[in-house]
């Protein structure tokens, strides 16, 4: 028989404090939650985190999610970055601050995970979190047999006065904390505001004086700020150089329109002498045209006799149609020389490619610039007289919340002075989830608690909007909120008592209204009695 050789290999003991197991647990780290790869109770290993890893040494607060048998147990754990693996995309975590119970827990679930042993998780939680009180099992050292006939049970009169008086008490605190979360709606978020403007700058200007300081009252029409206007002068000399500017031109172009008229005259001289020059030219065109005719009459007698060619005819009767032409253009070309003369002041030599002769034009840019010199003459008068001080006065009763500039500053046109709150007109502003904006009414009275003046104010519910939370400030567009988000709105108004300064803060006890029936019912017989 052959001889068997086993060959041992020696592998490393493992470095690890606990069991490492592979159940389902998810494990929120900032705003992702992933699953984990493995856990412990001293760490665990998760992947599929998006963005850029943390660092090696990095500390880190992780919530923890076990499900089990219909439970969702969430941990919360303090945890250090131990491993990174890129190509993998996990990130391994020591915990390095975790709590007895939230130890206990987990150490139950692993153990019974190894063991292969796993009880109900509600027993678990009641048996870690119950206390233990020891029983004394020792007799009664003084039995009732020993106590005398006569003697009155003075102490288990007062414990049951005791006990009678706190069953009062208690009874009565789980009723009114039972009505108050039936029927009324306790809300913290609340807080006193009031309407506030930004005052800015009208003009580009220097600041000369800001009347009042931060936190100061105003009523309205008060002067909160004096500005003047730098750019006052640069405006008056803009307008003296262009009214020196038109006048010059002005000037120019009536030199040229008295020079243009002295034209006219001779345009005018000229035009006559072609009109005349023209008609005697047109005589000559009458006479070339009988002469025609009479030569076509010839020719046209010859060659009935057959002593000329009709060539001949055919020559002579082009001739008196070009005699004729140039007579008739002769005659159209008079006429339109009739009515440029006619034209009066607007008269102009036509040289046989254009018209010479601008006095109409020039009248117009005369007209224009006499205008124009006109409105500068004006815009230079009003600002001349212009007070180039301006004051800035509060639109209505308030006080200074802020001060954005101080005395001195230039300033550019729409730049803040500071930012102002109207007085006197207070209101309660109430933020709720859209669950609990549901069970309140408009017109509905409510109670206000200030926490910080220790006193209560009747208030009333004014308005509710259901989708201010729900309106991006950036966009302007709706966007989603989670369902316990406070993105609804309430206004109230005040009903007794004065209200405190914008932004204290404040409690308001609502009247709640439910859409069940049963509950409505009954509110509707607490109300009556």
């Not at 300033?411 to 669950?435: D, R, S």
Request: glycine letters at 6%; a negative charge.
């Amino acid at each position: 028989m052959g001889t068997v050789q086993l060959e041992i290999i020696h592998e490393r003991p493992s470095q690890r404090l606990h069991y490492r197991v592979t159940a389902p647990m998810r494990v929120t780290f900032g705003e992702q939650t992933v699953d984990a790869v493995d856990w412990g109770l001293g760490g665990c290993r998760i992947s599929g985190l998006s963005g850029d890893q943390p660092d090696i040494g990095s500390h880190h607060t992780l919530f923890c999610t076990l499900p089990f048998q219909g439970f969702n147990i969430t941990l919360k754990a303090e945890a250090e970055v131990v491993r990174r693996h890129e190509d993998a995309n996990q990130l391994a975590f020591r915990f390095t601050e975790l709590g007895e119970r939230e130890t206990a827990l987990m150490q139950h679930f692993v153990e019974d995970l190894v063991r292969g042993k796993m009880t109900d998780v509600a027993d678990t939680i009641v048996r870690i979190d119950t206390p233990v009180t020891p029983v004394p099992v020792k007799p009664d050292p003084n039995p009732a047999n020993d106590i005398p006939v006569r003697r009155w049970p003075i102490r288990q009169i007062v414990m049951s006065c005791f006990y009678l008086v706190l069953g009062a008490v208690v009874f009565g605190y789980v009723g009114i904390y039972v009505f108050a979360t039936l029927f009324r709606l306790e809300i913290q978020s609340a807080v006193i505001s009031a309407q506030r403007i930004e005052i800015s700058a009208p003009f580009n200007g220097r600041l000369l004086e800001l009347s009042h300081r931060q936190g100061a009252q105003a009523a309205a029409g008060a002067l909160m700020a004096v500005m003047a206007d730098t750019g006052h002068n640069a405006n008056l000399q803009r307008v003296r150089s262009d009214l020196a500017k038109t006048r010059a031109e002005l000037a120019e172009t009536t030199v040229m329109l008295e020079e243009e008229e002295r034209r006219s005259k001779g345009y005018e001289l000229v035009a006559r002498n072609n009109v005349r020059q023209a008609e005697s030219q047109l005589s000559g065109l009458a006479l070339a045209r009988d002469n025609a005719l009479l030569k076509l009459e010839r020719v046209q007698g010859l060659a009935a006799k057959g002593l000329v060619r009709t060539d001949d005819v055919e020559a002579a009767e082009l001739e008196v149609k070009s005699v004729v032409s140039d007579l008739e253009r002769k005659k159209i070309h008079i006429e339109e020389l009739k009515e440029l003369i006619d034209g009066g002041a607007s008269v102009r030599l036509f040289t046989g490619n254009s018209f010479a002769g601008r006095t109409a034009e020039l009248k117009a840019k005369v007209a224009r610039l006499t205008a124009l010199q006109g409105h500068y003459a004006h815009l230079e008068t009003e600002l001349a007289g212009k007070d180039t001080d301006q004051k800035i006065v509060a639109p209505f009763n308030g006080r200074v919340v802020e001060t954005l500039a101080a005395s001195g500053n230039i300033l550019k046109q729409g730049e803040p002075l500071l930012v102002f709150e109207e007085t006197g007109a207070e209101t309660v502003t109430a933020f709720l989830t859209q669950e609990e904006a549901a069970q309140v009414r408009i017109g509905s009275p409510a109670n206000l608690f200030l926490p910080t003046e220790n006193r209560w104010i009747s208030v009333e519910v004014a308005a509710i909007d259901r989708t201010a939370g729900f309106v991006d400030e950036v966009t302007e567009t709706h966007r989603f909120r989670a369902p316990d988000a406070r993105s609804a709105k309430v206004t109230l108004s005040q009903v007794s008592g004065d209200l405190p300064a914008s932004g204290t803060p404040a409690t308001v006890y609502f009247q709640r209204y439910r859409n069940n029936l049963v509950f409505r019912t009954a509110q509707q017989i607490l109300e009556a009695i």
